[in-house]
């Protein structure tokens, strides 16, 4: 696999996340279990989006110094864009979690708990799958074609099923799970299960985690085959779906209240994702500048985002 990343660039990598998530697990338990403010979760956002782009300016600043100004100007770009696509993809997440959350009704104070630990859970897999990609996009370049037509049929299943709510009721891996996991029907503070192995019954908490977990492998699938398009590097890959993710949790608490207002971002998440997949289906054709696709993206996402809080959605009339 042909990558930037050496040891000092993976150690650097590495240590960064682990300070940033170790500061963030302190303030957190400093603060106790409590409802997250609005003030608080812009901040932790602002605060997450400046770290990534620090790290991407100090990679900049690294590779300008030992590779030239080329590889830093294209290696800068393609962490922007591939950084902008995850985090946008990122919300349809943070959409789902919400749902689930309103389901098993979790108490407010408990959902950063629960969103830490997916979110960690997130990062290992997602890690585990982009290596996994890498390494057969290195053997069989024809698998380009292959992500590059599901992003496209995926962006257009997204466009139909926006605006349409996901039916809780009827998901088999959450009704295999109340079927066949012991559980109690009541939340016990933060705890995930209740009682010795063997006579152990979980909570409705444990529930919930594991069910952002699978949503989040199954997003991923989704949204890391588009980073590909982007660069086939798993360094740049990693990074930016990393940064992506650690914003997650901020990123669900200022949202939370405002799902309903962005309410044609769906659809310009689709055209994201059509655009990519005809950018990957093109790509031994003509290989459309990475300047162009965050362009593009960008455009799409101020525009969605533009009309959503233009227009606003009709309300919905009682039966």
Do not use: C
């Not at 997602?126 to 992003?151: N, P, S, T």
């Amino acid at each position: 696999m042909e990558t930037i990343g050496n040891l000092w660039l993976w150690a650097g990598f590495g240590g960064l996340v682990v300070v940033a998530l170790l500061v963030d697990l302190v303030l957190m338990r400093h603060g106790g279990a409590h409802k997250v403010t609005f003030k608080e979760a812009l901040w932790w956002s602002l605060g997450w989006v400046a770290l990534a782009l620090l790290f991407n300016a100090g990679l900049w600043w690294y590779l300008h110094e030992t590779a030239g100004a080329a590889l830093a100007n294209r290696v800068g770009l393609e962490f922007l864009t591939g950084y902008l696509v995850e985090k946008a993809l990122a919300v349809d997440n943070i959409f789902v979690f919400l749902m689930l959350m309103t389901y098993f009704a979790v108490p407010e104070e408990q959902r950063q708990r629960v969103l830490i630990i997916g979110i960690l859970l997130a990062i290992a897999l997602r890690a585990i799958l982009i290596f996994a990609g890498a390494a057969l996009l290195a053997h069989f370049h024809w698998l380009l074609y292959v992500f590059g037509a599901f992003l496209l049929l995926t962006g257009v299943k997204m466009w139909f099923a926006a605006g349409k709510e996901p039916d809780l009721e009827t998901n088999p891996l959450l009704r295999w799970m109340t079927a066949h996991v012991p559980f109690v029907r009541r939340y016990h503070g933060s705890a995930l299960w209740l009682g010795r192995p063997g006579h152990r019954k979980f909570t409705p908490l444990f529930i919930v985690l594991v069910m952002i977990g699978i949503t989040d492998v199954i997003f991923a699938v989704d949204s890391i085959p588009a980073i590909f398009a982007i660069t086939t590097d798993p360094f740049i890959v990693l990074t930016s779906n990393v940064f992506a993710v650690l914003g997650l949790r901020a990123m669900f608490f200022l949202l939370a209240g405002m799902a309903e207002r962005f309410h044609l971002l769906p659809y310009g998440l689709a055209i994201v994702l059509v655009f990519i997949g005809i950018k990957m289906l093109l790509i031994d054709l003509y290989k459309i500048p990475v300047l162009w696709s965050l362009g593009a993206v960008a455009l799409v996402l101020a525009l969605t985002v533009t009309l959503s809080l233009a227009r606003p959605p009709k309300p919905v009339s009682a039966p």
